[in-house]
């Protein structure tokens, strides 16, 4: 059975696009009366540098197959392993970068390029060498910012992220196997794609130009020249491009830049809130008006969220204007955002829209999560697992919630469908749906009235918290 590969990066051989007209509609790409993407070329590869390292290590380490649960990239160039010095070994490893500030001679790669690194080397494509210094570095969005000093140097403007879209020509530069600088041309795949590691911010460009071990840190440009990404993963199932590669978009890459310069890493601020993707059984059962967005499941105590006015079943779906489709979305722009920033929030709360403004908190607590913890499936309506009674019944009474209505969840089988579904004994359910629950007997009528989602609205040690049960 084959393993998933996914490489570390920089970019392979040249390819013609295929499509004249291509070259037709683009200013600046006849060379000798034929179609090429030299011109462009010209300009965009002295910004694409080889980013070498050197770690010292007592075991070299060797290139190996990952299973699909690990993390999905190589770090090191196989030409270079165990390379000795004096009587240590060394680990050596190579990447692409890109200078994207001349005058500062900043060079954005790869966190994964340069981690862990002793030494960090640049060359450029007129063959001159620099020693670079790490101004910073971000392993959520694996992207890492270096200095090098140097004079006339060539850098690359950004693209407007918001202008590419599924099916644009890019051209991907970068060292593969350190076989020197090379280029290859593709198509934008698909955008916003996430899921190589859920504990990072991803939003990348997959794009199918050819791209290999080396390429990390490497430009993906347009046919302008701009860049809009640089290269970060590959999937594959022996090692080598099978058309699948991923790129850090710029947006993400910007708003992560200017931290590291100004302080050597991301200081992510937080929201306080749980959240999951609002579908559409969920909007059936929860009728929010937003049809899509980031659905509330809980908001932290004294969060942010909570001093904001944030309340349980909100949907978010845009914040500063920028719309907010998932739960994805939304931990990504909360997870770039500065600690003390103001935002807008715009929110759909019982069937109206609302503008909600917050203060970003402290990254002490927990950040935005796209996928609120223990919360799965239920398919039993009769709720197998777990022992309900009226609250009115218990003796916990006015204690539990401020209230005496209610249903209180008095036993959970442990890995029965109600404790799979993020039920525990203690819970109070107060609304099915959104209606609420005043006894046992109201609590199985609204059960029965949905076969698909029910959102159930629960009390847990004073906190508000919607599960979902499906």
Known sequence: MKKLVVGLLLIASVGGLGSVNVFAATPGTMNNGMPSLAPMLEDVTPAVVIVSTAQAAQVPRSLRFLDESELRRFFSDPSNQGATQGSSRQVRGMGSGVIVDADQGYIVTNHHVIANADAINISLQDGREFKATLIGSDPSTDVALLQIEAKDLVALDFAQIDDVRVGDYVVAVGNPFGIGQTVTQGIVSALGRGGLNNENYEDFIQTDAAINMGNSGGALV????????INTAIISGSGANAGIAFAVPVNMITAVMGQLEQYGEVRRGQL???IQDLTSAMESALQTGAGKGALVT???PGSAAER???EVSDVIVAVNEQEVDSGRELRNIIGLLRLDEEVTLEVYRNGKKESIAAVIGSTQQNLAQADAPSIRSLSEPEFLGAQLRSLADS????AVAGTRQGVEVVSVEAQSPAW?????PGDVIYEVNRNEVASLSDFNALVAQSDEVRALSVVRENRRMLVIVS
Request: overall charge positive.
């Open 222 to 229: 347009n046919l302008e020249g701009d860049l809009i990404g």
């Open 272 to 274: 306080g809130v749980q």
């Open 298 to 300: 809980s908001v932290v």
């Open 308 to 310: 904001a006015g944030l």
């Open 395 to 398: 003796r916990a009474g006015a």
């Open 420 to 424: 799979r579904a993020g039920l525990r």
